[in-house]
């Protein structure tokens, strides 16, 4: 696929009290990305400037975002997330950049515990998730599920999700790699945001990741209480997938797999202890399988 195609970016209204920028990439999925955008307009503590790219945007989205005078992005087709989120970046005015999925529902005070998080660290070097809510799976130890209150917009039971929450609990966990998930702006710009390397985006969460662990970063954690219903929409089906096993194994050294479990201990739940690179025997024999992995 080419993604030589020119970007528009369009500057929306803006509140100057925002306390996060959040970026939104979306292809063509307006019906569940209004739900996102009116979950966070109503279900934030904070006032938050809200930023999305449109990718085609022929399903009405564009005249969407337009018409609300959302700050914008957009292009004639598919860039992919990698792109995307670059774009939207430099349209951010507030400290901290927040991506979330268009698929996301974001629930009542989301927002109130990543900040109570960031308060907490005291400094720049973190990057937090949010915790997903999902209709599927058992094994991700990164989520609540199964817990089912629909898969489209037109059979989202907001009430009965709402009515969960009241009694929902997540300890917070170790490995904070995917949406939602916030990074302080000035971080941000020191690693360059997302790699297009990685286009249409398949395996740039564990590379931003490694960025950021590569510019002094040690506290990846998901927050329990911060809540998002993930409707689990599948645009990820319509684009063909790079190999970014071999180009992460390629540029760091080690699997991305080993980063998840071994290094940033994912869906573990989180004691307060510092994550370490341990260069043990464990350690040099997946830099084996590392190398191995950029030959075949």
């Known amino acids: 696929m080419n993604y030589n195609h020119p970007i528009n970016s369009f500057k929306g209204k803006l509140d100057e009290n925002a306390v996060f920028s959040i970026l939104i990439p979306t292809w063509n999925n307006l019906d569940l990305l209004k739900i996102c955008v009116e979950s966070i307009e109503k279900n934030s503590h904070f006032k938050h400037q809200i930023i999305i790219h449109i990718n085609e945007g022929t399903d009405g989205s564009l005249e969407w975002v337009k018409a609300n005078n959302y700050s914008h992005t957009h292009s004639d087709q598919n860039v992919g997330v990698c792109y995307a989120l670059n774009a939207l970046a430099k349209l951010a005015t507030s400290n901290y950049i927040l991506y979330i999925n268009d698929d996301m529902y974001t629930c009542p005070d989301w927002d109130k515990y990543l900040m109570d998080a960031i308060q907490e660290q005291g400094d720049e070097y973190f990057y937090f998730s949010g915790t997903m809510i999902e209709h599927t799976g058992k094994s991700n130890k990164c989520v609540l599920s199964p817990y089912d209150f629909g898969t489209t917009a037109d059979n989202f039971k907001e009430k009965e999700l709402l009515d969960f929450l009241k009694t929902a609990k997540k300890s917070d966990w170790f490995g904070a790699s995917w949406p939602p998930s916030i990074v302080h702006k000035k971080i941000w710009d020191k690693v360059g945001g997302y790699d297009i390397e990685y286009s249409p985006g398949f395996g740039s969460d564990p590379d931003f990741s490694m960025k950021l662990w590569d510019e ?43 980063l998840y479990k071994t290094v940033l201990r994912l869906g573990d739940n989180y004691d307060g202890k510092q994550l370490v690179l341990k260069k043990n025997f464990n350690y040099f024999i997946n830099k084996l399988k590392a190398f191995y992995l950029t030959i075949k």
């Open 216 to 258: 002094g970063v040690r506290n990846f954690k998901g927050i329990g209480k911060s809540f998002v219903y993930h409707f689990q929409s599948k645009s990820t089906v319509k684009v063909k997938k790079n190999n970014y096993r071999k180009t992460f194994a390629s540029k760091w050294g080690i699997t991305s797999s080993y």
